[in-house]
């Protein structure tokens, strides 16, 4: 797809009745279940840190997919512009997901006597943090 191509402004009734936070909602808990579930295949071959980071990668390209045709169709930036903000804005948010969910695997859920699938409840909560200031970002700069 080239640079110029821009993504056509859809009305309110082609985008379905859902706002635009709800289906930024929609798309990332989809992005979330990808970086889930993969992230457990990953663990399976690589450290957990590392699988971590493979997952948010394979998450941040559904979320970007997502976002692109089905939140943000207004947007004015052109592909590359899209790319690169998506990418900064998601180099935060894997920080703050692999920061959380590696203090909680490793002190937090153990200080607290939590053993069972704690990698998997600290990864859940890891992915959720970042939504909100992700939501915000991607409006005002990925998509704008």
Same mark, same amino acid.
Not at 26 to 48: E, K, M, W, Y
């Given at each position: 797809?080239?640079?110029?191509?821009?993504?056509?402004?859809r009305t309110?009734?082609?985008? @379905?009745? !859902?706002?635009?936070?709800?289906?930024?909602? =929609?798309?990332?808990?989809?992005?979330?279940?990808?970086?889930?579930?993969?992230?457990?295949?990953?663990?399976?071959?690589?450290?957990?840190?590392?699988?971590?980071?493979?997952?948010?990668?394979?998450?941040?390209?559904? /979320?970007?997919?997502?976002?692109?045709?089905?939140? !943000?169709?207004?947007?004015?930036?052109?592909?590359?512009?899209?790319?690169?903000? !998506?990418?900064?804005?998601?180099?935060?948010?894997?920080?703050?997901?692999? =920061?959380v969910s590696?203090?909680?695997?490793?002190? @937090?859920?153990? /200080?607290? @006597?939590?053993?069972?699938?704690?990698?998997?409840?600290?990864?859940?909560?890891?992915?959720?943090?970042?939504?909100?200031?992700?939501?915000?970002?991607?409006?005002? =700069?990925?998509?704008?």
């Amino acid at each position: 797809m080239s640079d110029s191509v821009r993504v056509p402004v859809r009305t309110a009734r082609e985008q @379905g009745r !859902f706002s635009t936070p709800i289906r930024f909602v =929609l798309a990332s808990g989809a992005a979330a279940a990808v970086n889930f579930a993969t992230r457990i295949v990953f663990s399976v071959f690589v450290p957990f840190a590392l699988a971590i980071v493979l997952a948010y990668l394979a998450g941040m390209t559904t /979320a970007f997919l997502l976002n692109r045709r089905f939140v !943000f169709t207004a947007s004015t930036n052109r592909l590359h512009q899209q790319v690169f903000w !998506f990418v900064m804005v998601n180099l935060l948010a894997l920080a703050q997901t692999l =920061l959380v969910s590696l203090l909680l695997a490793l002190f @937090g859920l153990p /200080a607290l @006597g939590v053993t069972w699938h704690a990698e998997e409840i600290a990864h859940a909560i890891g992915i959720a943090i970042p939504v909100f200031t992700s939501y915000i970002s991607h409006r005002r =700069l990925t998509f704008r």
